[in-house]
Each structure stands twice: as structure tokens, then as C-alpha cells.
């Protein structure tokens, strides 16, 4: 189902937690709500589910405005980051709850939960109750209990975050395969731009309530329209091109205006004999797949940089940038 | 609905708590005065703001005699309580000892049997010519012209003994909370610049366990201050309590409205004092990994300890033992044991038409306590676990009141409140009439704190988003609280269930105050009642009676820990 936010506002005594948002989801997309902790990016998404109310704007699923649909029946399941798997009921009975609530027969309500639960390859547990459960089994679970009622909007609340690494990665292919199985119009609410960057269709960046960018991961990483963006989806290096003597070269080997921030992220530098950019490698780090150096350049300027040769600490080597990877924002003057 | 339920429990507050509360604080501050005479000759009078009653009060020199003795057994029990706690405390917390587990659950006995039955057992075995009198006479120890008073002046320190030997637990459990809650680290800090144990407790653990100790100490002091079965059972006057309860009587007098106010003024101290000093803000800290580690005693201590722990078990079972004894004894007449064994007594309890249809009162009380404990309770716990409204706080603080109220000031508070003026016409609300539903709102407003504690504890146990993901399921509120929420908080209510229903049921002040005509009776009065009978076996059947309230409070104080699944201690804090 299509979703549609209108100019939504939200305030919790007088800090305003989300300050005029507007959306369109279409149809079956993976949509991703990313920002750093208290941008507003879970406030919106308990307004999507009607478990806060909204202050001001529009709500719709579909065509239906939703604002005063109380929340249980808003047709969209949470999956919630501390899973909020019910402890006193079987893997079954948490996942076949929803179902009763919406009075399915018994041998229906018996074949859609075995086989939700096979999708999440859980069938096995059936019965267990869920404390003999591990966080990845029983997110799983809450997976599960959410996509089995067909939810016109499945809803994400950091859904990995309490899991460690190696189940982060397992856990994102899970939803990844199962959004392919049932493609339902997804909001998934996140800090981690490397989670919204695997599964994403859209990102919205959030930041104080408001939204600095909504686009595919590939915009959001490559053409951040600010300097806020272009940080929060992966490192960068930033530079005043008045004040700073790499920002005025950088400019140099461009038509761009010279004024403003310019910038480059680490793994753009590259490696050149001559006409670079002359800087001593402080220190190195060897990572395997790269090597992460912090070069200082002659007039004393920190950058990062992200190559695939080694240099070892106190080697000299010239950079260069290619003008298509520089980022130039003319109107700010610090990121 | 918010406001639809705030508004029902500021009337049941406002009529059971502060209404009487205040008409009594009132009713000491104004004195009737004579100002002046009307036309028919007739003295018109007024109130006045005086302190008249409280100056007499204090001039009166038998009151005087009252208020230090009562002083007394309060300062005594605590200091006894203190230097039972402490070492024990320290025993449990550093040192692994054979039968360590069983001892530190069995030393909890003695917080179940109810202090007036020991009193009881305590008389027959140390009276005069008690067993162990009679026993250190037939050893040619004791002579029987002049036996030893082993209570001393009428009762006063067998007093002391039986509330020492009732509330030590209670002090045991606050202090060896407090202790075990001090960051073992902080003390290896002190180790390991080079203090040694008894310093280590003197100038960290002891500092830093202070809160604990000071609630235990409140609690304790406050719990023998007030008590008004052992002084009773030991027929000793010259109590406070003692002579509030004489003062039932005399519903018109101030005095003893103004003995009441004065014992509520000084709990209001106590537990204002543990407030001011006994809240050390140490949470800040944060906590380190370790945790004790208990040291294995070895050799002689190694059995000297629990020899001695359950030496000091056994000894505060002994005056129940004696209840015991007397319940099964058919004769029992100036010798060592009873003369004959009977199970006679058990079997009056069913004949006698006082004990069964106190036992069917002690019942119904309890239970309808219990219904309107966890109606009051669940609602008062989810409005202040769940909801956000104006004047939280004060609907905290109001329902936690209780705890601070001793049980002879309310019920108190209820007789001067409802025996008169407009109530007098409403005979379920007049105690002299029929005081069922004012026993049954007084057992409820005491056990309020625990019933609410317990729910708000299996509420915040119970995360939001556990109800949250019901309601997003499409759930309505009460399917989630019936499907997800009761279930979740289950055993919480029953462990409040089960205090509530035994602490009502062993209840001694508002039955003795409030229940003033036989057929009314709860089984506690009816236990006092029987002790003053000349028939020969109502001492046994009474004793009998007290075996029954034991196995009660027993049985339902082990279920509820059970079902609580957490230390008792909890519980009994302020």
C-alpha cells in the first residue's frame, strides 16, 4: 500500500521532536528512516503505527487519512528492536496472536503460522517458549509474528541493533530474502547507514526532527546534498576553500565557484608520481582490503585517506582527487 | 477515563484516610469552650484552637509513665534487633558455612508467627510458676516461695524479649540487603591499601549500608512502638498502645485521640529522620563487575556458626513452642509439661460458637480485603506505572501513607470518625452497629502499599512494548490486558494477594479496636477473648487457635515468596 505524509509535526512538552516531515511511499518499497539518535527518526515511525498521536499534518495508508484510526486498527505490524516477544506464550502463540485477534479459523490461522515460520526457519521451535530463544531467534520470531497477519505496512525499529556483528549480517540477508517473498511497503528505522545502504530502496536522512535528503542509497552516498549527509553515510574529509590551502587547489582544477566547503571521501584519493598534493603519511593502518592512512600535508592539513598500496608512517607520497568525486557545497562554510 | 478513575480513589482517600485523619488531628486542637450564656440561661459554647488536651496529656503522670516505658521497649527492641542484625548480616555475606542456605531461610521464621500467640507460649513457659521455673525447681535451683521473675516489673522485659525475637528478621533482611548492595571492590580498595577487616567495616561497609540500616532501624522501631498484642497478652498497662486501647471505651475522651496524634507525630519523625539521614546518594557510582566472594570457614567456626545461627532460630521459636505445647495439652497445672496430651482443643474450636464464627469473620474480612486490595491496587499501579497525569507524585505518596500508619491510628482514627454526628445513621458504617466494611477497608487502606508495590513491580517487569506489540496486532486495550498484561504481572498480584489476605487475617489493632461486639469478632480478639475465660481449656483452645493462625500465615508467606520469586526483603522495606 501506498503511504503518504503530509507536513507531520511532533511535540513532547516544548522540544519539537519532528518538525514538518512529508513523505510519499509507493507500493512495496523498502523504505529506510536514518539519522543519529534523537533525529525524530522513531517518533515518526510510532505516528506511522498510532502508538503516539500526531500534533499536526496528515496521515494516509493508501487514500484512507489515518490520523484517528486507533492503533490497533491500523493494519501495519511493528517489528521492535527489543523484539517484545511475549514471554508467558509459545514461539506459536506469539506468532498465531495476531491471527486471533482477527478471528481466522483454526486450521487456516494453523497453516499460515507453520508456514511463516518455515519462511523464518523456525518451524522446528514451535513450541518452545520463547526465553529458551537466542536474540537472532527470537527477532526472527518477531518477524515472523509480524508478516503472518499480511500488514498493509510492516514497520522497523532498529530491529538489529541488539544483535551482535556476525547475526547483523545474517538478519539483514533474512530481511532482505523475506521482503522479496512478501514485498509489503516497509518503513525501517535505523542509525546504521551501512544497514540502510544494503537494504534500502529509498533513504530519507534525518537530523533534528527534519528531513536532510530522501534518495537511493547510491545519491545518498555519492551526491549528498550537504555536508550532514555526505558524513552521516560514510567518511569524508572537508576543507574551507578560502581558508585552506588543499581547498584552493581543489577548486583550482575546477569551474566551481570558490567559496564554500569542498570535500572528497577516502577512498577517492589516488596515488600519483607528480602535480598531486604533497603529504607525509602520520600513521598507517593495514585493514587487509586497504590501508587506512592520516596524511599531513605540507601547510600542515590532516586528511584521510583509503588506498590499496601501503605506505608506512613518515613515507612522503603525492594525492590527487578526480574533480568528478569532489563534493562542494558554495553555501556553507563549516560541515 | 484517566480523570473518571483519579476522581473514585480521591473520594475512597478522601473519605477513609484523610477524613478521618483530619478529624482527629482536629479534634485534639480544639477545645470546647464556654463563652457566654444565652437567653435561656443555657451556656453557649464554642471550639477553640487550644492545646489544653495535649498539656494534661504530658502533666498527667501515669501517661508519663506510659509514653517513657513504651520509649523504652521501642529503644530496647531496636538496640536488640541491631546487635542480633549486624553480625548476622556479616556472617551470610562473607562466610560459606555448612547449612548456610537452609539457616538463612529458616531464620525468617520467626517473621511469621505472630508476636501475641508467642507472648502467649513465652507466659506459660516463663511465668512464675511456669515450666522453666518448675523445671530449675525440681533441680533444687529455684525456690518456689520466692520464684524469679524472669519478665521483670509485671511483664516489661518479657516484652522487649518476644518483639526482639518477632522483628529481628525484619532488621537481618534490610541490613544484609544494604550490605550486599556496597561494591565489593570498594572494600578490596581499602584491602589493598592496607586496612584490615574490622576497619574495612567500620569506615566503608558500615558508611556506605547506612540507608538500609536506617530503614530497618525506622521499621523495627516504629513496628515496637506500636504494637499492641504483646503488651496485651502480658496484661501490661503502662504503654502507650495499651492505654489507647483502654480509651476505646471512652469514644468521647480526648485523650485518647490525643495519644493516637502523639504516636503518629513520633512514626512521622522516625520516618522523616530515615528519609533526611539514611539516604546516602551512592547510586551514582558505578558498579564493578565483582562480586563477593564468600569465604569457605574452616575447622571450629565452621561449626560453631550455623551451631550458633540456629541455636538463636531455635530460641525464637521457643515461645511458640509453647503455644504449641499448650494447644495439645489437657492438663497443665504447676508441672514442667502437661500432664495430659489431648487433641481436644482442636476439636472445640468447631463447637465453640466465638472461635467458629471468628474464624468465618477472620475469613470474610480477609477476603473482601483482598478484593478491594487488588481492584485499588492494580488501578493505582497502572494509573502510576502507565499513565501520565497531573499530581502523580501525590497519588504515589497518598498510597504509600499506610505504611507509615500504624494500624492502632487508623483504625483509631475510624471509630472517633464514624461512630458519630451523620454516620451514626448509617449502621454498615458505624463501627458499634456492624463494623464489617470498616475492618474490611481498614485491612485494605494497611495492606494498599504492598498490593501496589507488588503490581507496580510486575508493570514495570512487564516492558510497554510487550503490550505495545498486542495493540499493534490489532488487540484492543482490554484484550491486551486480559491476553498479555494479567498474565505477565500474575504472579506479582498473587504474592500481594497472598500478603494482603494472611497480614489481614493476623491483623490484632483493628480488630481489637474496631470489632466490638463478640459475634464480630476476627480470630486474633477472639484468641484475647478466650485467654480471659475462666473455662479451664480456653488457654488451650485460644493456643490452638494461635497453631491454626501460624500454619496460615506460614503457608501463604511461603507461597507468595515462591511466587514472587525474589528476596523477601523486598517486601518488608519502607
Redesign the interface.
Known sequence: MKISLQGIKKSFGDTAVVKDVSLEIPCGEMFFLLGPSGCGKTTLLRMLSGLIDVDEGEISFGERRINDVPANQRNCALVFQNYAIWPHLTVFENVAYGLRVRKIAEPELRQRVMEVLEQVRMSSHATRKPTTLSGGQQQRVALARAIVVQPDLLLFDEPLSNLDARLRLEMREEIQRLHELHPITSVYVTHDQEEALSLADRIAVMQGGVIEQIGTPFELYNKPENPFVASFMGEVNFFSVKNSAIGKKLVEQTSLPARGLIGFRPERVSICTEGGISAKVEHATYLGSKNKLSLKTETGEAVAAWTQDFFPAGATIQIRIASSHLLHYPDKESP | MIAFLLLGLAAFFGLFLLYPLCLMLGGTFFVEHSVGVNAAGKAITAHVFSLEYYRLVFENPFLQQCMINSLIIAIGTTLGCLILALPLAQLFLKYRFPGKAALGSLILVPLILPPFVGALGLKQLFSRFGSVNLLLEQLGIVNLHHPPDWFGSGGFFGIIVMLILHLYPIMFLSVQAAMANVDPSLKDAARNLGASGWRIFRTVTLPLSMPGIFAGTALVFVSAFTDLGVPLMFEFQTTIPSQIFYFVSQPGSPTGLVLVVLMLLLVGVVFALTRLFGQGDYAMMGRSATTTVEEPLRGFTAILVPVLIGGLILLSAIPHLGVILQSFSGKWFMTVLPEQWTTGAYRDILDFPLTVSSIRNSLLYSSASCVLDIVLGLTIAWLLSRANFFGKSLLDSISMLPLALPGLVLAFAYLSAFSIGPFLSIKWLTPRSDPTLLLVIAYTVHRLPYMVRAACAGFQQT?V??E??????????L?TFR??TS??IAANLAAGIILAFSFAMLDVSNGMILAQEEPRYPMTKAIFALMGRITPNAPSIACAMGVLAMILLGISLYASSRMMGKSMGRLFKV
Open positions: 516492558a512494548t510487550l505495545e506489540a498486542s495493540i499493534n496486532l490489532g488487540a484492543s486495550r484484550m491476553k498479555i498474565p505477565l
